[in-house]
């Protein structure tokens, strides 16, 4: 007996391995969704939303509070354990929240990454986030005042050890994208370090 995917995409389920009462599942009767599928149908907006606190801190150089994400994080190496938000869409994948915070306000995706004024990787209020790469950042920083070399950045995300690191494994052939997401950097970061444009002072002119 086969059952088809209650998400309404056509295709048919497994059958349950074992009995699980909390998911609903009887061994060996068909499953109500394939894997993921169930959250196919809700609105991005309502999976993201109730993770947010509004009620976040207001940083020293900020004139209004952040929107503290309470959901799933990638790290906690940010100044005070703050770590980069992330959220997991219908097809799996995973994304920033404050990447998914541009688009809900923007109605588009951030060209290349979606930055923060407030500097608290875990905001995701609007007003805090602007759309840039490395070298606007660097330039936000310097206008704030704030600008270092390397791990002696105050809020640096990564450390020459780190750096070096990503260096190498992309030379052995990992993607840039998975390290992106280990690091919680966006895809141009780590390009940008590859290329020896960011962290200059470690770079050699090969991995």
């Not at 497994?14 to 394939?34: D, E, N, V």
């Not at 940010?78 to 994948?93: A, D, F, H, K, L």
Request: charged share 25%.
């Amino acid at each position: 007996m086969t059952k088809l995917c209650e998400c309404g995409c056509g295709e048919p389920t497994k059958f349950a391995p074992t009995t699980h009462a909390t998911r609903g599942w009887i061994k060996g009767q068909p499953l109500r969704f394939i894997h993921n599928h169930h959250m196919k149908n809700i609105p991005l907006a309502s999976k993201f939303w109730p993770k947010v606190d509004k009620h976040g801190p207001t940083m020293p150089h900020m004139k209004t509070r952040c929107w503290k994400w309470i959901g799933a994080v990638t790290d906690t190496r940010g100044e005070g354990g703050r770590g980069r938000g992330t959220i997991r869409m219908s097809n799996n994948q995973s994304l920033t929240a404050s990447r998914v915070a541009f688009f809900l306000k923007h109605g588009r995706w951030p060209v290349p990454c979606a930055l923060h004024h407030c500097d608290n990787p875990n905001c995701v209020r609007w007003s805090h986030l602007f759309e840039g790469n490395q070298t606007d950042n660097s330039a936000d920083k310097m206008a704030k005042g704030r600008q270092a070399k390397g791990s002696n950045v105050g809020r640096a995300k990564l450390n020459t050890k780190q750096v070096i690191e990503i260096r190498k494994r992309v030379a052995t052939g990992e993607m840039i994208k998975t390290l992106a997401l280990e690091y919680g950097v966006c895809n141009r970061t780590i390009s940008d370090i590859v290329r020896g444009k960011f962290w200059k002072h470690t770079w050699k002119g090969k991995s």
